[in-house]
């Protein structure tokens, strides 16, 4: 079982910057093999991608964050990291890392492994 942990997540102003970091632990032989990811999830919502990429480099994101938040790995030291900037309210929620056997892993579902989250509120 591989086990994920998320830091640098706290209370920024609107237009601030955010890196938040998923440090991999446990069962990580095969960590450069996974698709890694960040989801999010708001009061009274579910839990939304966020940004991915594949063990070759390939990115995805929502289009909601595109061109502000950048998703980024170092095989080496088995960690994700998800910079952020322009932040804005919006943003506010508590932001997930998981780590899918899947290539072409899209919804929360296809992921196996998440960490526990970090929260991230931004304020007007």
């Known amino acids: 079982q591989v086990g994920l942990r998320e830091s640098g997540g706290g209370l920024v102003q609107a237009g601030d910057s955010l890196r938040l970091s998923c440090a991999a632990s446990g069962r990580t032989t095969f960590y450069h093999t996974y698709t890694m990811a960040w989801f999010r999830q708001a009061p009274g919502k579910e839990r939304d991608l966020v940004a991915s990429?594949?063990?070759?480099?390939?990115?995805n994101y929502t289009g909601s964050v595109k061109g502000r938040f950048t998703i980024s790995r170092s095989n080496a030291r088995q960690t994700v990291y998800l910079q952020m900037n322009n932040l804005k309210p919006e943003d506010t929620a508590v932001y997930y890392c998981?780590?899918?056997?899947?290539?072409?892993?899209?919804?929360?579902?296809?992921?196996?492994?998440w960490g526990r989250g970090t929260q991230v509120t931004v304020s007007s």
């Open positions: 990429i594949t063990n070759g480099g390939t990115t």
């Open positions: 998981a780590a899918s056997s899947l290539r072409a892993a899209a919804g929360a579902g296809q992921y196996q492994a």
